[in-house]
């Protein structure tokens, strides 16, 4: 017996009740005095759709995505490697020194921030960056928010780029149906990524001038503070990284080619990551640096988006909006891309992706509507520069600048540039594809 039979409720009405009090929980962050980060506010959620009979245990434990789940410890092993080796600073800090300007400063830290986003998980770099962030800030005099918000759109904007750059292309990548998955999103979104970085690149430097920062005719001078603290640590991590993209890209070329080849990306990952477990000595050192807590929220997200759907509520909440039609290509990407970047504001991008792929699929797209799950992943990703409830790693930077500085930026500094940059980003993304896609 479930709830709904109990009061009399419908199902729906009561899976409605209980996502709107997790997205409470997520704007809100505290309730009574009580901390509540995402991944709690999540678990919370999934909690009450089993206890209140909204979906069983069977569906709650079908409902999860292993391959999703796979993808991240894997990637986590190995970004853990290299965050603890000291290997990812130091190649951050070696890729900025031959900057002699600001201007070239500037340039390479939202290039180098998009393309490692792009590899290493953007919520990583969220991390890694504010740390970096900091260090520019404190050695070149420069304003903190306007660094850690250029720092933000530059991550953001780089993960778009592959299916490991932030898990909603992850599950877009292993859920479509899409054939090399891999290839098709460096080859078709690579160029308006770079695009979309310069436009970046070109904010941070208008803003700087504004903020009466001092930028023509600097000769700067940064002080490495970052080195490889644990050379073998080092070593395999860098070869695991290596093992995991290039497994990616043989997987995708084999699938091209006709030879074997799997479809659950996750398992590269997480093979990749082994040599990590097996060869270095800081195998439970690394096991501890794995983010569980984002494991934590999805294993959460898909039981209460599993929830959304059988009750019947995520059908009527987007059945109010107008649906894609896989004859319209030029509509539909349109389409897709604004859904993908308002209604990540309301539902934050992972679960609008986990339940945008369940009504694409009943309207009728496949693997071969390649341009359609490239629009979803690129307006539910740059959503994340419209506010800062558009992405978790825009959480994450605000939290670890606030922990190590005492200050980071608002969430109005943070709309005010992210209106016009969202715009660009979207009207990039959007002429692209239909160009070219």
Known sequence: MNLSTVIGVDNGLIALFIFAVVLALIVFRRFMGVEFPIWTSMMVGAALMIAAGVISVAEAYAAVDFDVLFFLVGMFSIVAGLERSGLLGYLIYRALAPAKSLRAVLVLFVFLMG???????????????????????????????VILIGLAFSITVGSVMTPIGNPQNMLIASQSGMKAPFLSFVSVLGIPTLLNLAFVAAFLWFTLRRHGARLDG????????????????????GASLCLA????VVNDLFGVLG??????????????????????????????DVDWSTIVFFVSMFIVVGGLWSSGAAKTMLGMIPAPNPVDRGGAIVNIMLVGTVLSQVFSNVPLVKLYIEVMKGLGFNGSHQYAWLALAAGSTVAGNLTVLGAASNVIIIEAAENRTGKSFTFK??????????AINVATYTTWLLLFA
Request: charged content about 20%; proline content about 3%; overall charge neutral.
């Open 218 to 237: 600097r000769e700067v001078v940064l002080i490495e503070e970052e080195h490889i603290r644990i050379h073998s640590l080092a070593r395999v991590s």
């Open 245 to 248: 993209v290039g497994g990616f």
């Open 259 to 288: 030879f074997p080849h799997t479809e659950h990306l996750g398992v590269i990952a997480f093979i990749a990551s082994v040599p990590l477990y097996v060869l270095a000595k800081e195998k439970r050192e690394l096991l501890r």
């Open 115 to 145: 393309a490692l986003s792009a590899f290493t998980v953007n919520d990583t770099m969220a991390v890694v960056g504010t740390m970096i962030a900091i260090t520019l800030v404190k050695q070149l005099a420069l304003p903190l928010e």
């Open 413 to 422: 500094q943070f709309v005010k540039y992210g209106v016009v940059i969202t």
